[in-house]
T-cell receptor, first 112, second 115 residues
Framework: QKEVEQNSGPLSVPEGAIASLNCTYS??????FFWYRQYSGKSPELIMS????GDKEDGRFTAQLNKASQYVSLLIRDSQPSDSATYLC????????????FGTGTKLQVIP | GAVVSQHPSRVICKSGTSVKIECRSL??????MFWYRQFPKQSLMLMAT?????????EQGVEKDKFLINHASLTLSTLTVTSAHPEDSSFYIC???????????FGSGTRLTVV
């Protein structure tokens, strides 16, 4: 079982719709969770971080964390073509140098 | 926000030569730096973690003698790919984190092509 799992996609949504990206993780002691966006040929950029159960909203983005079920999701409201990218879920275990494990990413395509 | 500068952005080298990649934190002290490698259409693979002033910790399967990492200061880490071969061609990305341990900031990446 992979430590961090994501559906590779592509996930296609029409412009203006809500895109829902999901991620599951295997290590129950994980305490930090991140969503990164990566455009083709570029390095990842941080979108959201979440550390406690529930929802965290930032503009059009909402991260949802459920530690009991070991999943974290990212919702993108009013999707725009510029949101088309690969979204990487990353999970960290606090302690030591806090190694972060990345999922393989979900490719999102927003269709105009 | 935190900025991490990585150079060079692209490099082409001949097989057997060495290439050095620099990663600098511009506006914060990076107590920890991470080096990743990413092959096309694959996820980031952590190569090693370095803390300032100490030896890097390499992930399983990564040759420490081939991928030399130096983290001599709180703002600079370097990765040297020694005796590069075509199979080392990849996208190398660094990330840095300060002592508070919040999310890492990524450099812009280095596209290495070994011919």
């Amino acid at each position: 079982q992979k430590e961090v799992e994501q559906n590779s996609g592509p996930l296609s949504v029409p412009e203006g719709a809500i895109a829902s990206l999901n991620c599951t993780y295997s290590d129950r002691v994980s305490q930090s969770f991140f969503w990164y966006r990566q455009y083709s040929g570029k390095s990842p950029e941080l979108i959201m971080s979440i550390y406690s159960n529930g929802d965290k909203e930032d503009g059009r983005f909402t991260a949802q964390l459920n530690k009991a079920s070991q999943y974290v999701s990212l919702l993108i409201r009013d999707s725009q073509p510029s949101d088309s990218a690969t979204y990487l879920c990353a999970v960290g275990v606090t302690g030591g140098y806090q190694k972060v494990t990345f999922g393989t990413g979900t490719k999102l395509q927003v269709i105009p | 926000g935190a900025v991490v500068s990585q150079h060079p952005s692209r490099v082409i080298c001949k097989s057997g030569t060495s290439v050095k990649i620099e990663c600098r934190s511009l506006d914060f002290q990076a107590t920890t730096m991470f080096w990743y490698r990413q092959f096309p259409k694959q996820s980031l693979m952590l190569m090693a973690t370095s803390n300032e002033g100490s030896k890097a910790t390499y992930e399983q399967g990564v040759e420490k003698d081939k991928f030399l990492i130096n983290h001599a200061s709180l703002t600079l880490s370097t990765l040297t790919v020694t005796s590069a071969h075509p199979e080392d061609s990849s996208f190398y990305i660094c990330s840095a984190r300060d002592e508070r341990g919040t999310a890492s900031t990524f450099g812009s990446g280095t596209r290495l092509t070994v011919v």
